[in-house]
């Protein structure tokens, strides 16, 4: 198996981001235990009542840290719309945390990145 290159280093907003879509996560599995033990086994609220609390700021925070990276990064529509869109099923911001990694896409870019001219959203017609 060929080794493969070294992914550069994590941008500060990029750390974010992976930080809070895992905590994003973990607070959305607390909210599920906390639903399972109020409605199915009627046991007790405190976990709907603690996580339910700490997802919507995680949610929030989630929201916030992908638009922020989006407009750093240079994200296009798509990828900036399927980061967003992971926060809304449980559990699957870590999935576009992971997506977003080994794409570089929370990374700096690197120097032969760099030296590309930036493609134009405007395509020439000639006329």
């Known amino acids: 198996m060929p080794a493969s290159a070294p992914?550069?280093?994590?941008?500060?907003?990029?750390?974010?981001?992976?930080v809070v879509a895992?905590?994003?996560?973990?607070?959305?599995?607390?909210?599920?235990?906390?639903?399972?033990?109020?409605?199915?086994t009627q046991t007790t609220e405190a976990g709907v009542w603690l996580f339910g609390r700490l997802h919507g700021?995680?949610?929030v925070a989630y929201v916030v840290i992908t638009v922020v990276v989006a407009v750093?990064?240079?994200?296009?529509?798509?990828?900036?719309?399927v980061a967003l869109a992971a926060a809304v099923p449980p559990?699957?911001?870590?999935?576009a945390e992971r997506w977003l990694r080994r794409g570089g896409h929370l990374s700096a870019p690197t120097a032969a990145q760099q030296a590309r001219p930036a493609r134009s959203a405007r395509v020439s017609t000639g006329a």
């Not at 607390?30 to 399972?36: E, R, S």
């Open 57 to 59: 700021a995680a949610f």
């Open 91 to 95: 559990l699957t911001t870590p999935f």
């Open 72 to 81: 750093l990064q240079r994200w296009g529509w798509f990828r900036t719309l």
């Open 22 to 40: 895992w905590i994003e996560a973990f607070t959305w599995a607390g909210l599920l235990v906390g639903m399972f033990l109020k409605y199915v």
């Open 7 to 18: 992914r550069p280093p994590l941008t500060r907003p990029g750390r974010a981001f992976a």
